[in-house]
């Protein structure tokens, strides 16, 4: 019961990654707001976490909207005296979007200004409102949730790439600016994770071949990437401010030649 006392918000709580941290923090005691601009997949998870014992509420939040920030913090801290722990997750990943985030020739400049403003806006945000109410109770732990795409180039997807490039640049200097606040700040970058978002996303044999480009040569789960975040989120981590775990199975510790000297190296030879 590592987060017993804690109140915890996660924003894109109703689905994938977030809905995993949402029923992992709750799980271990802390209370839980799950903000999500899906209402009624919110209200679906706080059930499920109700049913299994933890305390949670469902919470309104459109990233990119600055009021519903406010509006759903103070409903935790009038609630439950505090916010200790945000999982700043959501994205601005509307498919419509995303579908036209091609390259930096043919995608439409008003889809980039939505998407970059959608994420970096959306999780400045959230960062800006947690921290306004975290100081006053000495501080608290953020996790932003970024991506390998915001570590390494892709080959698609450009806005989204750099949006969560300067997710990643934005927890360091949230880490900088309010260390001293006792507010730690670090982010997770997943590669690719089973969830909704993904299989909407992106085609099925594609996201083999990311299978193929891991070293343990499966692709993670939110869980996986939810235990991460709440160790983030732990006191365990009191100590650890600033950083990014690259929760992506080795995608980005290797040669971009990797999956070719596999099959390079591991086919027998002909003849
Ligand atoms: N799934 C992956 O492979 C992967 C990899 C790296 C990073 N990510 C990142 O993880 C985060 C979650 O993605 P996921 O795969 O769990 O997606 P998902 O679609 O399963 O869940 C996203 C949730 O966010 C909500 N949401 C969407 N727009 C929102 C907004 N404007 N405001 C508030 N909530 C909003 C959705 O309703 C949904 O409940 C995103 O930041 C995504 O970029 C995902």
Redesign the pocket.
């Known amino acids: 019961m590592r987060f017993k006392g804690k109140v915890a918000i996660v924003?894109?709580?109703?689905?994938?990654?977030?809905?995993?941290t949402a029923l992992r923090l709750a799980s271990e005691g802390a209370v839980v707001g799950v903000?999500?601009?899906?209402d009624s997949?919110?209200a679906a998870a706080v059930e499920e976490i109700r049913a299994a014992g933890g305390t949670a509420e469902a919470l309104h939040?459109?990233?990119?909207v600055e009021e519903?920030f406010k509006t759903a913090i103070a409903r935790m801290v009038d609630g439950y005296g505090k916010l200790d722990i945000l999982h700043n997750?959501?994205?601005?990943?509307?498919p419509e979007a995303i579908s036209q985030d091609t390259d930096i020739l043919e995608i439409p400049v008003d889809i980039w200004d939505r998407i970059f403003e959608?994420?970096v806006r959306?999780t400045m945000l959230g960062c800006r409102h947690a921290i306004l109410a975290m100081r006053p109770n000495g501080g608290g732990s953020i996790i932003n949730?970024?991506?390998?795409?915001g570590v390494d180039a892709f080959y698609k997807m450009p806005a989204?790439g750099v949006s969560?490039a300067a997710v990643i640049h934005l927890t360091k200097q949230v880490a900088t600016a309010f260390g001293r606040e006792g507010i730690r700040c670090n982010a997770v970058?997943?590669?690719?994770?089973?969830?909704?978002?993904?299989e909407?996303s992106?085609p099925a044999a594609f996201i083999e071949m990311n299978a193929e480009a891991t070293l343990t040569g499966y692709?993670g789960t939110?869980e996986d990437?939810a235990q991460a975040v709440a160790w983030l989120a732990s006191d365990e981590a009191r100590y650890i401010t600033g950083h990014v775990i690259n929760v992506d199975g080795g995608s980005t510790a290797h040669l971009a030649t990797y999956s070719d000297a596999r099959r390079f190296y591991d086919t027998p030879a002909q003849g």
């Not at 903000?35 to 899906?38: C, K």
């Not at 970058?189 to 993904?198: E, N």
């Open positions: 924003t894109g709580g109703a689905s994938g990654l977030g809905k995993a903000a999500d601009i899906n997949a919110a939040i459109d990233i990119c519903d997750n959501a994205a601005y990943t509307a959608g994420t959306g949730t970024a991506s390998m795409y989204y969560k970058a997943p590669s690719m994770i089973t969830t909704p978002l993904l909407a992106i692709l939110p990437v």
